[in-house]
Nanobody, 127 residues
Framework: QVQLLESGGGLVQAGGSLRLSCAAS????????MGWFRQAPGKEREFVAA????????YYTDSVKGRFTISRDNAKNTAYLQMTRLKPEDTAVYYC????????????????????WGQGTQVTVSS
């Protein structure tokens, strides 16, 4: 069993930056991909970014490419999402998730396949 805890959310003006962290505990001995999803009011939870178990491969939704960077530090059992040039449309609750690898193709972009989820952290971007 893996427990995930997000932190780092908050209120920021458009154009600003935030770094989200996701600390993992419990069953971290295996190989896990890590993903970030977000959910705005009235919308479905959507994929944001993912990174494979050793950090070699990353995946991003088009709307955040060039602005967000996902990374991980396995020695600290922590994944990060560095968000820059934030826009009001980035406002959402951000969730981290863990998926047992191997993961293939489009599975990285879908909620199905991520076994463990954190409780979320609010990101609000003001205009």
């Amino acid at each position: 069993q893996v427990q995930l805890l997000e932190s780092g959310g908050g209120l920021v003006q458009a154009g600003g930056s935030l770094r989200l962290s996701c600390a993992a505990s419990g069953g971290t001995g295996g190989s896990y991909g890590m993903g970030w999803f977000r959910q705005a009011p009235g919308k479905e939870r959507e994929f944001v970014a993912a990174i494979n178990w050793n950090g070699i491969s990353t995946y991003y939704t088009d709307s955040v490419k060039g602005r967000f960077t996902i990374s991980r530090d396995n020695a600290k059992n922590t994944a990060y999402l560095q968000m820059t040039r934030l826009k009001p449309e980035d406002t959402a609750v951000y969730y981290c998730a863990a998926a047992r690898e191997p993961m293939y193709g489009n599975a990285w972009y879908r909620k199905l396949g991520y076994e463990y989820w954190g409780q979320g952290t609010q990101v609000t971007v003001s205009s």
